[in-house]
C-alpha cells in the first residue's frame, strides 16, 4: 500500500476516534465537524509535553498582551514524510479559562477576518507568523497577505491556531496536533 494511502487510513481513524470521543463526551457542536472546535479531553497539558510530540518549536512568545496565558509557543509539525503545519499554541490554567479568557483572542488571530497588522492587533507578539501571502498573481497582481491560521481550537486548556487556508483544513491540522497530545490509546 502506497504511504499516501497508508496515512489517508490513519488519519481516518485518527479522526473517527475523535469524533467518537467528543460525542461521548456530550459535545454540542455540529456532527458535521471532523474536530469540534471546542473540546475537554480532561487532561491539563504542559508546554513541556508538548515538546515531547513532533511538534517542533522554533518561538517561545510572551504572554504580555494575552490575558490569563501561561505559555506561547509558535512552532511546527510534520507528520511522516508530509508538508510541516505551522501552529501558535497557547497555554492557560484550565480548560474553562481557555474558553473564556482565550476565545477572543483566537478569533482575532485566526480566520478570514485575523487581525494580522501589528499596529492593529491586540496581541503582537508573533503577528507577523501570523500572516501568509495569498493568491498566485504575478507582478503583485492578485496576491495579497491573509492570516495562514483559517480557525483554532480550544482542546483542553490549550488554544490552538492552525494552519490552513479555510475553517475546515485549519481544524483537521489542529485535529492532528491533539492526536499527538493524546495518542488514541489513550483517547477512550
Avoid: W
Avoid at 497539558?45 to 515538546?51: A, Q, Y
Avoid at 511546527?76 to 508538508?83: C, L, P, V
Wanted: overall charge negative.
Amino acid at each position: 500500500m502506497p504511504l499516501h494511502k497508508k496515512l489517508l487510513t490513519i488519519f481516518a481513524l485518527i479522526m473517527a476516534s475523535i469524533v467518537v470521543f467528543a460525542v461521548a463526551c456530550g459535545s454540542s457542536e455540529s456532527e458535521d465537524e471532523l474536530f469540534p472546535k471546542i473540546s475537554d479531553p480532561g487532561r491539563v497539558f504542559s508546554l513541556d509535553e508538548l515538546i515531547t510530540t513532533p511538534y517542533k518549536e522554533v518561538r517561545n512568545y510572551s504572554t504580555e498582551g494575552l490575558p490569563g496565558a501561561s505559555d506561547a509557543s509558535y512552532g511546527f509539525m510534520k507528520i511522516g514524510s508530509g508538508e510541516p503545519y505551522e501552529y501558535e499554541v497557547r497555554f492557560y490554567e484550565s480548560h474553562q479559562a481557555a474558553v473564556d479568557i482565550g476565545t477572543a483572542m483566537a478569533i482575532e488571530g485566526s480566520g478570514a477576518d485575523a487581525i494580522i497588522s501589528g499596529d492593529d492587533a491586540t496581541y503582537k507578539e508573533g503577528v507577523k507568523n501570523r500572516r501568509i501571502i495569498i493568491g498566485g498573481g504575478t507582478d503583485s497582481i492578485g496576491s495579497g497577505v491573509g492570516s495562514k491560521f483559517g480557525s483554532y481550537a480550544i482542546f483542553g486548556n490549550i488554544v490552538m491556531l492552525c494552519q490552513g487556508p479555510d475553517p475546515e483544513t485549519s481544524l483537521e491540522r489542529c485535529a492532528l496536533l491533539a492526536n499527538e497530545l493524546m495518542p488514541s490509546e489513550d483517547i477512550s
